[in-house]
């Protein structure tokens, strides 16, 4: 007979549920209010209310709303899986085909420097560091270093997107370069992630060609011919279909994708996430379609999963300083090498390269995802993924300050002749 949550069991579920959304909306908005991604506060609120804070200061209360019914935190926890899933899901949509096609080439010098070399340094680093640093007892070097060199060589797309629009210069040169080679760095950071689960699963690092193999060939699938398909169903759908049947058409194509990517060893979120790219591609997906999917996901779903992570982690007990400061220096290090490199290349000045570079080292809430994905499947520790954490908040913290001010410095710069000329011949008159 099929187990079903007793009336206790529900209405913790809703406690936990209630709490935890109140909790992380508000401080989510706070963060808002001071031009900064909402995830900081949504994090923040699952540190304040999990074993960081609350069930050290007040174990009674922490144990009588998130320990004492355990299915009714199992409920929430599933709910919370969730809410990343359809935010993978939503993210895809900004993935922009035409856009990658039309500023593919200096995008592309952008991005792959931008994640070769970040991904070079990060591997070499988790490898020579792995028993002091990154060693969780499951002794796999190898996937620990590919992993590693991933989670420092992906941009957030979403973040960088809401900096530019922040600081208004997303129609420009520099913003849409920024923004076409983060969408290229989430797409081939998603394959390499997924490449790497499918390693792990397979448990022989020998089946790397064949997991490279699988995975390229599931990703291509997605966006090529289940693209085409998707965009024939939704023209149908759009005719004959209400908007909210529309999207709850969207919704379960997303989940039977992150079915079919579990199925096959690749982590749900990546079939979510490429389902996203082929749906946000389609012409009858409008963007009335997308804002209400992004609204209903941005705000009530997704911030029960980031607040989630806090419930899981004592930050404070598991908080190493040395650890932090060297993941954090590595990632900026290479992010900005690597970006700047490949911004001189496509022909940006000093200070256009500066900013870009500055941009693509904006990290958010795929890093988050990835790293927590990484730890429930122990390829790293829980102080490498507070340190995953931490660099995450301190860069987008910095990338909108310094973008400003080269972005700033680089317009003066251009107009500084146009400026000057009229006085000087004022002058001579």
Not at 198 to 219: D, H, R, Y
Request: aromatic share 10%.
């Amino acid at each position: 007979m099929v187990s079903k949550l007793s009336s206790a069991e529900v209405f913790h579920f809703l406690i936990i549920f209630t709490i935890v959304l109140i909790l992380a909306r508000v401080l989510g908005e706070l963060c808002r209010k001071f031009r900064q991604p909402a995830i900081v506060g949504e994090v923040f609120a699952g540190i304040i209310l999990g074993p960081t804070i609350l069930q050290h200061y007040f174990p009674n209360i922490f144990n009588d709303i998130f320990l004492s019914v355990p299915k009714a935190y199992g409920a929430f926890d599933g709910l919370a899986n969730i809410g990343i899933i359809l935010l993978m899901f939503v993210a895809g949509f900004e993935v922009d085909l035409k856009q990658i096609r039309r500023d593919g080439k200096p995008a592309l010098y952008i991005s792959l420097t931008g994640i070769i070399f970040p991904f070079i340094v990060g591997f070499i680093a988790a490898w020579f560091f792995y028993h002091q640093i990154f060693s969780t007892g499951a002794n796999n070097q190898l996937i620990t270093a590919l992993f590693f060199g991933t989670a420092l060589s992906i941009t957030a797309l979403s973040v960088i997107t809401k900096i530019l629009m922040d600081l208004e210069i997303l129609k420009t040169k520099i913003g849409s370069l920024v923004v076409t080679s983060a969408m290229i760095d989430d797409f081939l950071g998603w394959i390499l992630f997924s490449i790497i689960m499918q390693m792990m699963n397979s448990g022989k690092n020998e089946g790397f060609l064949m997991s490279i193999i699988m995975v390229v060939i599931f990703a291509v699938f997605m966006v090529t011919v289940v693209r085409w398909l998707i965009n024939k169903l939704l023209s149908v759908a759009q005719k004959n279909l209400k908007i909210g049947r529309v999207i709850t058409l969207a919704i379960c194509l997303c989940l039977i994708s992150a079915i079919i990517s579990e199925y096959l060893g690749v982590r749900a979120v990546f079939g979510a996430f490429l389902m996203g790219v082929a749906i946000g591609d389609s012409q009858y997906f409008t963007d009335r379609h997308k804002l209400i999917l992004h609204q209903f996901t941005v705000n009530i779903m997704a911030p029960l999963f980031f607040a989630s992570i806090g419930l899981r982690l004592n930050f404070v007990a598991n908080f190493n300083i040395e650890v932090v400061l060297a993941i954090l220096a590595i990632a900026c290090i290479a992010k900005l090498i690597g970006a700047g490199i490949g911004s001189r290349m496509s022909g940006l000045n000093r200070n256009e390269s500066i900013a870009v570079a500055f941009g693509m080292n904006a990290r958010g809430s795929q890093e988050i995802v990835l790293g927590l994905l990484a730890l429930q499947a122990k390829i790293i520790n829980e102080k490498v993924f507070e340190g995953i954490v931490v660099m995450t908040v301190v860069t987008v913290l910095i990338s909108g300050p310094i973008m400003k001010h080269y972005f700033l410095k680089d317009m003066a710069t251009k107009f500084e002749p146009q400026i000057s000329q009229p006085e000087i011949n004022e002058g001579v008159i």
